[in-house]
């Protein structure tokens, strides 16, 4: 599949992974709707995509607003949206005794129940139009217990439910589902959750957004797909 001139959204563009794919997407020929809270690095990003001949629309805020989330849904629905990649992602670190309701919630939230409302906001179109691609950002940890992850674990477990329950219903839809199962990856995500890690062994997301466009580019004859790539222990 050409991806040139498809309209993606990609979530938690501004940095990590989703910058990474921003980036070899719109080389490829897509044009994109970026999203991230931080402003300032979407339309850094957005000028350079703009400046190599792509589209691009940027909204900047926090997708846990529900004005924001209905401001990206209807541009999907503006632009018919072709792919859609659920990548913006928070991690903790903490024994459950530790995390606080308000963390939990976000943990959830971000990792799971938007990308369930941005997948809800767009299979109807999706399905009308036979056609569809919905980039699932997951992980290691949504696959395998990893210690002190338990929310998180939690959140990409039940994500990774979700496109497995997802798929029976969308079954001769001409809709691909594609999961990206990475381990850790040498972005900011520690940073976030404020637990900073030496990061020189972790994997590359440029290599993770390699494999993504890759299973982007595979034949309408080929279902849904998989990347697992964990790092060298
Ligand atoms: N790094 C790893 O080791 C690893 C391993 C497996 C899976 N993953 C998954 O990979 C995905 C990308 O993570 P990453 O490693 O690239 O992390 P990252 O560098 O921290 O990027 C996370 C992205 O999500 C955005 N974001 C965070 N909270 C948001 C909110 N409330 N509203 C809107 N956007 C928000 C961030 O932008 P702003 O801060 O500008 O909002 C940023 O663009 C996540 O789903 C993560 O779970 C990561």
Redesign the pocket.
Known sequence: MTLKDKWILI?????????EMAILLARAGANLIL????AE??EELKAGIVAGGSECLAIA????DNS?LESVKSLCIEKELDILVN?????DITKLEGVSDERVD?VIE??LTIPIKLTKGVIEMFKKRKSGVIVN?????GKKPVPDHTI?CAS?YGFNGFAETLKLEIKGFGIRIIS?????????????ADRPMDTKA??D?REVAEGVLYMLEMSSKCSHAELNVDRMS
């Open positions: 979530t938690g563009a501004s940095k990590g992974l989703g910058r999203t991230a809270r931080t690095l979407l805020g926090d997708l846990r924001v990548n913006a992602g928070v991690v976000e971000l990792n950002v997951n992980s290691a940890g998180y990409k990206v199962c990475p381990g850790k990856m040498a972005t900011e995500l520690f940073n976030a972790f994997i997301p």
